[in-house]
């Protein structure tokens, strides 16, 4: 069962710790815009032995942050005069009388009860029976003041609201989202980096998820805060994991109920919105849908997105729009806002693998089984360069499987082919260096990924073998056998040494260093 979050208590909490850091001009001013109020001591038992001594200083500095009713603070100012007329401080009580909002009040909705006051404070003496008509006394009079404010306020605990902050940052280190020591950029809800982590290639099998032959992974992705693993299967399941237990994810209210995002067929791919707030799928079926990860919501359909299955999705840089591809041969990009498709970029003669935004977001870089990589004005949608890659003899058609962005770099951009070499390209068609597993034969890339900072390139193989090649050196410096059966894709987590690898053998695998 999901925990509902009043905006009140939110509210509060701010008002408490403005409060206690006697942040009082702010406090006011949060109180009258939100007309909410705090309404918090630090001892119920307390505030009402002030008020039974008459300790009127230290209650009315209590009731400063309070919102009280008009007749509660009428009563209890009341009080106070009559007991500093008692106590002869006639100045003070005259003051009180004369220049509070609640004894002005009084003076203009009671004008004989304030009458009364006035009466007394030009007394040359203190007569309590006048004071106390109809048989009241001074200390019943307090017993009943107390009474009325002590049911206005509550008490909570020092600086709630850091309490619960930390409370959730255990959780989440519980949860596996926070490394144990790791400090928190609160504000920006991710973990502080101290020093940039060295990139390392995998060695070891760190965590398996299985999947059942019907709900096959046809695609992942990490969010870009790094916070989420999300998975999409052939039988149209959308799931958000905790890739550090190897578990779903269900402290997300939805999942935890067990309702998934869904699509009507076979999810092909997936991506995340720059601030991990939005998630794109594309369906087999040629269908979009956007959607809220928090809460699971459907933001946006695009149902009629492509003729054919879509291959690939990428947001833009402000997620107003996004680009996808298809086995349509065409690239569309859609807004989110209209709901429409905005723009078509034709000229691929087969499956479209791959499109993405080049860094500045003025082009689109796209790949095809067409044998051909293609820079387009993202703006006008003409076809600015059209790039067939010269791999050592192969003179046919070869697959580009995917193309990705040199991390640190404005136009270079990695080419994964369907041969044993992957290149990295400039935007003017040149290679830049090449890369080679060796292998004359079975051994032909199916995919690829890079590491954060560019530094290594990992591609799986029709072998089924996970290669790892050092971009500075140009070398493959390792190898590992990643799953039984052919690799469907391989994606890195966006801060740490993390790979997952999914495979036809029903199996997500997770790996590190």
């Given at each position: 069962?999901?925990?509902?979050?009043?905006?009140?208590?939110?509210?509060?909490?701010?008002?408490?710790?403005?409060?206690?850091?006697?942040?009082?001009?702010?406090?006011?001013?949060?109180?009258?815009?939100?007309?909410?109020?705090?309404?918090?001591?630090?001892?119920?038992?307390?505030?009402?032995?002030?008020?039974?001594?008459?300790?009127?200083?230290?209650?009315?500095?209590?009731?400063?942050?309070?919102?009280?009713?008009?007749?509660?603070?009428?009563?209890?100012?009341?009080?106070?005069?009559?007991?500093?007329?008692?106590?002869?401080?006639?100045?003070?009580?005259r003051s009180l009388l004369r220049q509070t909002d609640p004894m002005i009040k009084l003076k203009e909705q009671q004008p004989d009860r304030y009458l009364h006051l006035e009466n007394l404070l030009a007394r040359p003496y203190f007569d309590s029976k006048e004071a106390y008509p109809d048989g009241s006394s001074k200390e019943k009079r307090r017993h009943a003041i107390a009474q009325a404010l002590s049911s206005e306020v509550t008490v909570v605990p020092p600086s709630r609201?850091?309490?619960?902050?930390?409370?959730?940052?255990?959780?989440?280190?519980?949860?596996?989202?926070?490394?144990?020591?790791?400090?928190?950029?609160?504000?920006?809800?991710?973990?502080?980096?101290?020093?940039?982590?060295?990139?390392?290639?995998?060695?070891?099998?760190?965590?398996?998820?299985?999947?059942?032959?019907?709900?096959?992974?046809?695609?992942?992705?990490?969010?870009?805060?790094?916070?989420?693993?999300?998975?999409?299967?052939?039988?149209?399941?959308?799931?958000?994991?905790?890739?550090?237990?190897?578990?779903?994810?269900?402290?997300?209210?939805?999942?935890?109920?067990?309702?998934?995002?869904?699509?009507?067929?076979?999810?092909?791919?997936?991506?995340?919105?720059?601030?991990?707030?939005?998630?794109?799928?594309?369906?087999?079926?040629?269908?979009?849908?956007?959607?809220?990860?928090?809460?699971?919501?459907?933001?946006?359909?695009?149902?009629?997105?492509?003729?054919?299955?879509?291959?690939?999705?990428?947001?833009?840089?402000?997620?107003?729009?996004?680009?996808?591809?298809?086995?349509?041969?065409?690239?569309?990009?859609?807004?989110?806002?209209?709901?429409?498709?905005?723009?078509?970029?034709?000229?691929?003669?087969?499956?479209?693998?791959?499109?993405?935004?080049?860094?500045?977001?003025?082009?689109?870089?796209?790949?095809?089984?067409?044998?051909?990589?293609?820079?387009?004005?993202?703006?006008?949608?003409?076809?600015?360069?059209?790039?067939?890659?010269?791999?050592?003899?192969?003179?046919?058609?070869?697959?580009?499987?995917?193309?990705?962005?040199?991390?640190?770099?404005?136009?270079?951009?990695?080419?994964?082919?369907?041969?044993?070499?992957?290149?990295?390209?400039?935007?003017?068609?040149?290679?830049?260096?090449?890369?080679?597993?060796?292998?004359?034969?079975?051994?032909?890339?199916?995919?690829?990924?890079?590491?954060?900072?560019?530094?290594?390139?990992?591609?799986?193989?029709?072998?089924?073998?996970?290669?790892?090649?050092?971009?500075?050196?140009?070398?493959?410096?390792?190898?590992?056998?990643?799953?039984?059966?052919?690799?469907?894709?391989?994606?890195?987590?966006?801060?740490?040494?993390?790979?997952?690898?999914?495979?036809?053998?029903?199996?997500?695998?997770?790996?590190?260093?």
């Amino acid at each position: 069962m999901a925990l509902e979050v009043e905006s009140a208590d939110v509210i509060r909490l701010i008002q408490q710790y403005l409060k206690e850091n006697n942040l009082l001009r702010s406090l006011a001013t949060l109180q009258e815009e939100t007309a909410i109020a705090l309404n918090t001591v630090d001892s119920v038992e307390s505030f009402v032995s002030e008020i039974h001594n008459g300790h009127w200083d230290s209650v009315l500095q209590a009731i400063q942050s309070l919102r009280l009713s008009d007749k509660k603070l009428i009563d209890l100012y009341e009080q106070i005069v009559i007991d500093l007329i008692e106590m002869r401080e006639l100045g003070a009580a005259r003051s009180l009388l004369r220049q509070t909002d609640p004894m002005i009040k009084l003076k203009e909705q009671q004008p004989d009860r304030y009458l009364h006051l006035e009466n007394l404070l030009a007394r040359p003496y203190f007569d309590s029976k006048e004071a106390y008509p109809d048989g009241s006394s001074k200390e019943k009079r307090r017993h009943a003041i107390a009474q009325a404010l002590s049911s206005e306020v509550t008490v909570v605990p020092p600086s709630r609201m850091l309490a619960l902050i930390g409370q959730a940052l255990k959780w989440q280190q519980h949860q596996g989202l926070l490394p144990p020591g790791t400090s928190i950029d609160v504000f920006r809800g991710k973990a502080s980096v101290k020093g940039e982590e060295e990139e390392k290639y995998p060695t070891q099998l760190n965590r398996t998820i299985k999947f059942g032959q019907k709900s096959l992974v046809e695609c992942a992705c990490f969010s870009p805060d790094g916070q989420y693993l999300v998975t999409g299967t052939i039988d149209g399941f959308i799931e958000v994991w905790n890739f550090v237990t190897g578990k779903i994810r269900k402290d997300l209210k939805y999942q935890a109920e067990n309702n998934f995002m869904l699509m009507d067929d076979a999810v092909l791919c997936l991506c995340f919105s720059r601030d991990s707030e939005m998630l794109a799928t594309g369906s087999q079926g040629g269908k979009i849908k956007v959607w809220k990860l928090q809460s699971g919501q459907c933001l946006r359909r695009f149902g009629h997105a492509h003729t054919k299955g879509v291959t690939s999705l990428c947001f833009s840089r402000d997620s107003s729009q996004l680009l996808s591809a298809s086995f349509d041969h065409a690239i569309r990009i859609h807004g989110l806002k209209s709901g429409k498709t905005l723009k078509e970029f034709r000229g691929h003669t087969s499956f479209v693998n791959k499109a993405i935004y080049s860094a500045d977001g003025h082009q689109i870089i796209s790949a095809s089984s067409d044998g051909t990589v293609k820079i387009w004005s993202a703006k006008t949608t003409e076809c600015l360069t059209t790039i067939k890659p010269a791999i050592g003899n192969i003179t046919t058609d070869i697959t580009i499987n995917s193309v990705v962005l040199l991390p640190r770099s404005v136009d270079h951009f990695i080419v994964c082919s369907r041969t044993s070499t992957v290149l990295i390209m400039n935007v003017q068609g040149q290679i830049i260096r090449s890369f080679t597993s060796g292998k004359r034969e079975g051994g032909d890339f199916t995919c690829c990924s890079i590491s954060p900072r560019g530094e290594w390139i990992y591609c799986t193989g029709e072998d089924r073998v996970l290669y790892f090649f050092n971009t500075s050196s140009g070398k493959l410096e390792g190898t590992l056998t990643a799953h039984d059966k052919d690799v469907i894709g391989i994606e890195h987590h966006p801060h740490q040494n993390i790979i997952c690898t999914f495979s036809e053998d029903c199996q997500l695998r997770l790996w590190k260093p």
